[in-house]
């Protein structure tokens, strides 16, 4: 599944691959921000994602997408 974290003062978002739930990646979203602690998720690659709760502008939880590779054309 595909997450998208928005992050205050930050004009990039972090968007990262993950096996997690989404009840699960919402369950530690929502303590996060309930408590301003951090959010640890996990990526695909076994990287641990850290985002201060209090900057945690908003939170995009949806499938992943598939990756298209090469050339289209749009005509």
């Known amino acids: 599944m595909d997450i998208k974290i928005g992050v205050q003062d930050t ?3 972090i968007t990262i691959e993950s096996a ?3 009840e699960d990646v919402t369950r530690l979203v929502e303590a996060a921000l309930n408590s301003g602690s951090l959010l640890s998720l996990t990526d695909d690659r076994g990287r641990t994602i850290l985002v201060p709760g209090s900057k945690i502008a908003y939170v995009e939880i949806g499938p992943a997408s598939t990756r298209k ?3 289209g054309s749009t005509m």
Do not use: A, M
């Open 11 to 13: 004009p990039r978002e």
């Open 20 to 22: 997690q739930s989404p």
């Open 69 to 71: 590779v090469g050339f």
